[in-house]
């Protein structure tokens, strides 16, 4: 279970925003989690998925790199053999 990141806590708004996220996403997630503690996932699990994640970020990086793609558009120009 993943929750969502909570909102900023700069004003009395985001106060109550905090507040709001805290009783509708971790309340139930805690609840469900005490209930079920086979839900939990460990550390290393944790590990992999945000190293899963990085690498798709610099992947995704490398696909917009401006530099990589005018060498994929010339070697695309490139006769074939």
């Known amino acids: 279970m993943v929750l969502p990141k909570p909102p900023r806590f700069e004003t009395h708004a985001s106060h109550e ?3 709001s996220w805290l ?5 139930p997630a805690y609840d469900a ?5 086979s839900r939990a996932i460990t ?12 690498e798709l970020a610099i992947s995704l990086d ?3 790199d401006p530099e990589i793609d005018s060498e994929l558009e010339a070697w695309r120009k490139e ?3």
């Not at 550390?43 to 990085?54: C, G, N, P, Q, S």
């Open 17 to 19: 925003a905090l507040e």
């Open 23 to 27: 009783q509708s996403q971790v309340g």
């Open 33 to 37: 989690l005490k209930a079920d503690p």
């Open 43 to 54: 550390v290393d699990e944790i590990r992999a998925m945000l190293a899963i994640e990085h």
């Open 62 to 64: 490398a696909l917009t």
């Open 79 to 81: 006769p074939k053999v």
